[in-house]
């Protein structure tokens, strides 16, 4: 257990380090997506929070998100040059916000469970959404509200560098405060919630009282993020009331992992890094990233963070060299497959668009244009075309076959005594 938690205390320490690096290591433009990973980051772990550890599914989570964005916008505008609120602390009124609207809204929600809750949570953001564009004078129409950040503490926040080092330092102290509160009496109420809160009002705890406080402070979190965001893009608009941030929160944590401390922010990093990296290369990246969540939801319901832990378990139990022929196989299963799924979307998303309609009118009847596709002509009638995915599928199914013999193999050949559940139902077999 001492050797687990050092190996913890040591990546944790690693993390933080490459992520104090960043703005050393890369240009201006990946130094501002990871101020957007962070802040996603920071908002699946808040929402997390709701989801996960309490087990209430909210589907209007960027209702507190904008409402902390607002409220930190207006803080700039109303405060920012009077030195009554320096910049560095601006996300506290984004947290106020957030920690209000929670609580307002979580009284209501949790009157209902389940299903109800969750419309409960859908109607008020969209009840936001409708309403924001109406009240120009608190959301700025559709053109929003601009504001500039303001020097303090000897730093100008011009620089790129400088508004990433003020988001890691929000974003590391919220997520530490996140994991005590998961520690603290109510942290434990709230998981009882999740796994029976009518047990919970049998013992006699206000079951209500306990969800509105887990509300109001996941809220709360979630208007840190928001108030981050209105400092990164010194604007807000009334978009982010949109269901849209509320669907892509749902996903990242789901993709990272709910049960796990860290998954929901691995799984937001990863995301929205995907999303900047592929969405100008391709108009099909959403159609990728809803795969990517049933998906993970069929086969990994743990999450990504589920997975690597189960690898790390595999590792340990049965050492990291006789596992790394059956990882390496189910890499290449997963790679081969994936690979086949994109060059069959991308090239039917370009053989059934406007475009190519256009080009195959002006070609005559017969004739099928070529589609150009990952630096070389593919003709829709030749072989090659469709022997390419089919191919690939097919190595990434032998892959997938030849993995499972190996993880086979591995586990008849293990002794019975690196196998934890094996010693654990042998010694309680009666003699």
């Known amino acids: 257990m ?36 962070l802040i996603a980051a920071l ?74 809750f969750a419309m409960i949570t859908l109607a008020i953001a969209e009840l936001l959404h409708a309403l924001a564009p109406q009240l120009r004078s608190v959301f700025g129409g559709e053109a929003g509200i601009s504001s500039m950040r303001m020097p303090a503490w000897g730093l100008s926040f011009g620089s790129i560098a400088e508004v990433y080092y003020l988001t890691l330092a929000w974003v590391l102290a919220s997520l530490a405060l996140l994991y005590l509160l998961t520690r603290t009496p109510l942290g434990r109420l709230a998981l009882g919630l999740r796994e029976n809160g009518h047990r919970l009002r049998f013992l006699g705890y206000d079951v209500h009282c306990i969800g509105v406080l887990v509300f109001a402070l996941s809220g709360m979190f979630s208007g840190i993020a928001g108030g981050l965001q209105v400092l990164s893009n010194e604007s807000a608009n009334y978009v982010v009331f949109d269901t849209s941030l509320s669907a892509a929160v749902v996903l990242n944590t789901y993709i990272g992992g709910v049960h796990a401390f860290l998954g929901p922010a691995l ?102 244009p070529a589609i150009a596709l990952f630096g070389r002509e593919w003709s829709p009638t030749g072989v090659l075309t469709w022997l390419v995915p089919a191919a690939l599928a097919a190595l990434g199914w032998l892959c997938w076959r030849a993995a499972s013999a190996a993880a086979g193999r591995l586990r008849d050949a293990a002794p019975a005594q690196q196998d934890p559940l094996a010693g654990a139902m042998a010694e309680r077999r009666p003699t």
Not at 10 to 30: F, K, R, Y
Not at 49 to 72: E, I, P, Q
Not at 301 to 317: I, N, Q, W, Y
């Open 2 to 37: 001492e050797t687990h938690l050092k190996t913890r205390v040591i990546l944790l320490c690693a993390g933080v380090a490459a992520l104090a690096a960043v703005p050393l290591a890369l240009p201006d433009g990946l130094v501002n997506a990871a101020i957007s990973m």
């Open 43 to 116: 908002f699946a772990c808040a929402y997390n929070l709701l989801c996960g550890h309490a087990g209430m599914l909210s589907f209007g989570h960027s209702a507190y998100f904008g409402v902390g964005a607002f409220a930190t916008i207006h803080a700039m505008n109303a405060l920012g040059g009077t030195g009554l609120l320096p910049t560095p602390w601006m996300p506290l009124i984004g947290a106020a916000g957030g920690l209000l609207a929670g609580l307002a809204a979580g009284w209501f929600s949790t009157q209902r469970t389940g299903a109800y």
């Open 267 to 368: 799984g937001a990093a990863l995301v929205t890094f995907f999303g900047y990296a592929v969405s100008d290369l391709t108009q099909s990246w959403l159609l990728y990233q809803g795969a990517l969540f049933v998906l993970v939801i069929m086969f990994m319901p743990t999450g990504l963070a589920g997975l690597l832990e189960l690898a790390g378990g595999f590792a340990k139990r049965y050492g990291l060299r006789a596992v790394a022929p059956a990882a390496g196989l189910y890499l290449l299963a997963g790679a081969g497959c994936a690979a086949a799924a994109v060059f069959l979307t991308e090239l039917l998303q370009r053989l059934f668009s406007q475009d190519y309609r256009s080009l195959a009118r002006a070609a005559g009847a017969w004739e099928w």
